[in-house]
């Protein structure tokens, strides 16, 4: 009985010392990054989802910059002054502004 109650203090006396770095309080930096201003999109002149690789050029001209495609469905992305066209195939998945400096 007490080799039992000697092997119980024992484990006790581990886990507590096993547990008392996680007791530690624990300090972090706060990191503030500030929010881009949104840019209002309805007044915004853009491609609109599905619109062809050759609508897109025929309305805005030929772009500064064509990346891709890339994997699987090919992914191409077209760089424009103010804004970036991704295509999926040859069809406007999606128009995002560039922020303004």
Known sequence: ?????TSGLIALA???ALSAPLAAPVHAEEVQVPVMNQADRSEARLPRTGQSQESVRATYGAPQ???GPVGEPP????QYPDFTVYFEYDHVIHTVM???R
């Open 75 to 78: 992914i191409s992305q077209w």
């Open 14 to 16: 581990t886990a507590l």
């Open 98 to 100: 560039k922020a303004k």
């Open 65 to 67: 910059q064509i990346s």
């Open 1 to 5: 009985m007490i080799k039992q109650a």
